[in-house]
C-alpha cells in the first residue's frame, strides 16, 4: 500500500479496492476526434494569426510572434500531459470514502454517503471509467480525461479543500467490482 495513503486514511479506515488506469492510447476511440480537431484547429488558428500579423505589420514584434508560438504549443502539448497525469493517478475504495491520488501526489475524497449515482462510462480495450456523482454526468460525455485529472471541488469551502463533489476514475481494470463496493456503501449495506 502507498505510504502516502497509510498516512490518509482515518482510524479504523479500510481499504476494499484499489486501481489505477490501465495503460491506455492518446488516441484512444473517445477521445481521437475531439484531439485531433484540438490540434488542427490550433493550427489553423495560430497560423491564421500569425500569417494576418506578420502581412499588415512591417516591423514585427518577436514578443507577440513567441507568446502566439507559446500559446499553440501549449494546446497541442495538452492531451500529451493528461495521459501523463492519468496514468499517475491511483484509485481506492474503503468502507468510508472513494479517494483519489493525483500523479502529484494530492489526495481528493469523497464520502461513499455523498456519492448520490455512479456511472460507468467508456469501454476501452484497456478499462473503463467510473465516474462518481451526477454532478459530472453531463460533463463527462465531453471532458471525461480533463475531468478525471480534475475533480470537482467546492471552490468556496477553505476547511476542505480535498473533498470532492465528483470524480471520475479513469479507465480501470475490475471496474465491476469498484462498483459493487461503492452501491454498497452509497446504500448503506456492508462493504
Not at 488558428?45 to 500559446?71: D, K, N, R
Not at 463496493?181 to 452509497?186: A, E, P, V
Request: with cysteine.
Amino acid at each position: 500500500m502507498e505510504e502516502r495513503l497509510k498516512t490518509y486514511l482515518r482510524p479504523g479506515e479500510q481499504v476494499r479496492w484499489q486501481g489505477q488506469p490501465a495503460p491506455f492510447s492518446l488516441l484512444e476511440a473517445e477521445s481521437k476526434n475531439q484531439i485531433l480537431l484540438k490540434w488542427v484547429l490550433t493550427v489553423m488558428l495560430g497560423g491564421g494569426l500569425l500569417a494576418v500579423y506578420l502581412s499588415g505589420t512591417e516591423v514585427p514584434s518577436m514578443g507577440f510572434i513567441g507568446l502566439v508560438l507559446l500559446v499553440a504549443a501549449v494546446i497541442l502539448a495538452s492531451p500529451v500531459v493528461e495521459r501523463r497525469n492519468l496514468m499517475g493517478e491511483q484509485y481506492w475504495i474503503t468502507n468510508q470514502r472513494a479517494i483519489l491520488m493525483t500523479r502529484d501526489k494530492t489526495f481528493f475524497y469523497m464520502e461513499l454517503s455523498d456519492i448520490d449515482d455512479l456511472r460507468v462510462v467508456g469501454g476501452t480495450s484497456a478499462g473503463k471509467s467510473l465516474v462518481l456523482g451526477s454532478c459530472l454526468f453531463e460533463e463527462a460525455k465531453k471532458l471525461l480525461r480533463w475531468r478525471a485529472c480534475h475533480p470537482k471541488t467546492d471552490i468556496q469551502s477553505h476547511d476542505e479543500t480535498d473533498r470532492a463533489l465528483g470524480m471520475v476514475f479513469y479507465c480501470v481494470r475490475g471496474a465491476e467490482g469498484a462498483v459493487k463496493l461503492l452501491r454498497q456503501g452509497r446504500d448503506g449495506e456492508a462493504a
